[in-house]
């Protein structure tokens, strides 16, 4: 079975530039969350979102957003990047929003602003 | 503020040494922790999880951490490691029961053939 995937790989913007970042969660997982890993830190939760809905939110401003899909997969939105915005951005699938389920992670995406 | 911290940056040792990394938290109420590991150029995987019932829990490739709810402490550990267990440790914690991880800033680990 395929595990998360997401899209693109790599990724080269600009200041004030917005970027979409893709997600396939596994297949039969519903919930989907966005992670953002900056070099030498843990990864930073940024949205949760099962059946279509937003269920969490972690502390990102307004210009980060997302959303998911009938099929379950997911798309991560930043506007007007900034500097501060390159980062390595995981996406984790789980079966349901339930902390016994256990969460999968993708090989995220490296964004890089310049 | 709620926060996870990982004392130990980077921890160098010898094969068949012991292992335990350090995490705490700094949560109040329940709260559900977690160990993953990412070894070089691979995925976040989890290594294993509290919820709750025996604070002695045992995950995947010999390892196991305990919690210690007095101590706030949630530490990793390994009798004898391999070269294969290089890699860096994430310590998590949720507090929604949601899986809204909240991670430390991780520990390196290399392990010396």
């Known amino acids: 079975d395929a595990g998360v995937t997401q899209s693109p790989t790599h990724l080269i913007k600009t200041r004030g530039q917005h970027v979409t970042l893709r997600c396939s969660p596994i297949?039969?997982?519903?919930?989907v969350s966005w992670y953002q890993q900056v070099l030498g830190q843990g990864p930073q939760f940024i949205f949760q979102?099962?059946?279509?809905?937003?269920?969490g939110r972690g502390n990102f401003p307004d210009r980060f957003s997302a959303r998911q899909f009938p099929n379950y997969s997911s798309e991560l939105n930043v506007n007007a990047l900034l500097l501060g915005d390159s980062a390595l951005y995981l996406c984790?699938?789980?079966?349901?929003?339930?902390?016994?389920?256990?969460?999968?992670f993708g090989p995220g995406t490296r964004l890089t602003v310049l | 503020a709620q926060s996870v911290s990982q004392h130990n940056h980077h921890v160098i040792l010898s094969e068949a040494a012991s292992l335990e990394l350090g995490c705490n938290y700094s949560?109040?109420?329940?709260?559900?922790l977690f160990w993953y590991v990412q070894y070089p150029g691979q995925h976040l995987q989890l290594l294993l999880k509290?919820?709750?019932?025996?604070?002695l829990v045992k995950g995947i490739k010999g390892f196991e951490a305990e919690f210690i709810k007095s101590k706030f402490s949630f530490n990793l550990r390994k009798p004898s490691v391999q070269w294969s267990d290089t890699a860096e440790y994430f310590c998590a914690a949720d507090q929604t029961g949601a899986n809204n991880l909240f991670f430390g800033t991780g520990t390196r680990l290399t392990v010396i053939p």
């Open positions: 979102y099962y059946e279509k809905e937003e269920r």
């Open positions: 509290y919820f709750s019932g025996d604070p």
């Open positions: 297949s039969g997982h519903k919930s």
């Open positions: 949560y109040g109420g329940t709260v559900n």
């Open positions: 984790a699938s789980s079966l349901a929003l339930a902390g016994v389920y256990e969460q999968f």
